[in-house]
């Protein structure tokens, strides 16, 4: 789905050396559609979850549905469905927060509704029993960062028109920990320069997505804890569109990186932009 040059196939893996437990539906139903390969719906492994790119697939007929709008609402319900479902694993449904989110488009046109769709309140939804929480306890406070990036037309999954892809954190300090609950800390929004190269920020503290150019036009000086949150990350992707520099060695250095070409990318609530790159990563 991506303009690799020079390769046909590129491998991203995380690996976690602990307990890992997953949700694997295989049988139709009204609430989420089953997996439509060998892979489960989600993944958890510590205090983190990881839920497989969701489509607009009708759950009952496993089929796409209509337009475009409909297509990037319905994927995103089926992941706060698998969300929701997975607070189960923790001591409370309630409590967790969803970390960030990358949303895979394949229409320039989509950057602006994904960004909408995202920040909108989802309608009451009683099939579950937890499914009728509000966007705020949902997703956690304040909005998560979403990295919005535009791939090849037809290089979705049952070419689809968009893909939605999400972490949460079950918010203790182990899986296992009896500890109370904790929101997000270390919220930074805003934008900074640091290494020459401008950079808008938007991280809660676990996770964040950085939109990076090289076009120092402010002043400000970005927090060290963004720098610090993106050197011990355990999992950096960095999407560059256009001449690639090498903007996040200039910035901090990653215990590993990698580097996926894309076709134009864009922060929610940002225009798109067929140049630099954008940083998503997980502590």
């Not at 390969?37 to 979850?49: E, I, N, S």
């Not at 089929?63 to 089926?78: D, I, K, P, R, T």
């Not at 800390?185 to 938007?202: E, F, M, P």
């Not at 590993?256 to 932009?273: D, F, K, R, Y």
Request: proline share 7%.
């Amino acid at each position: 789905a991506v303009p690799l040059t020079g390769a046909r196939l590129m491998l991203d893996a995380v690996a976690a050396p602990t307990p890992r437990r997953t949700l694997h539906v295989q049988s139709r139903s009204y609430w989420a559609p089953a997996s439509i390969g060998p892979y489960a719906q989600a993944a958890k492994a510590g205090v983190r979850t990881t839920v497989a790119g969701q489509i607009g697939l009708v759950p009952a007929t496993m089929q796409l549905c209509g337009g475009l709008a409909e297509q990037v609402a319905l994927a995103l319900q089926h992941a706060r469905r698998i969300v929701l479902a997975t607070r189960e694993w923790n001591y409370s449904s309630r409590e967790g927060f969803v970390e960030g989110a990358i949303c895979w488009i394949t229409s320039a046109e989509m950057h602006s509704l994904v960004s909408s769709i995202w920040s909108a309140q989802p309608d009451t939804d009683t099939e579950h029993p937890h499914q009728h929480l509000d966007d705020s306890t949902w997703r956690g406070a304040p909005v998560p960062p979403l990295l919005v990036v535009q791939v090849s037309c037809d290089g979705l999954p049952r070419t689809a028109a968009a893909e939605w892809q999400l972490t949460t954190n079950c918010g203790r300090a182990t899986y296992d920990s009896e500890d109370e609950y904790q929101a997000p800390t270390n919220t930074w929004r805003g934008c900074g320069t640091t290494g020459g190269v401008s950079v808008t920020y938007c991280t809660n503290g676990y996770s964040g997505a950085a939109h990076l150019a090289l076009d120092p036009s402010v002043d400000k000086v970005l927090p060290t804890g963004v720098l610090d949150s993106i050197a011990r990350a355990s999992h950096v992707r960095v999407f560059y569109a256009g001449s690639y520099p090498h903007l996040l060695e200039r910035i901090c250095t990653p215990r590993a990186a990698t580097h996926i070409p894309v076709h134009a990318w864009s922060l929610a609530g940002h225009a798109p932009t067929s140049e630099g790159a954008a940083v998503f990563w997980l502590s």
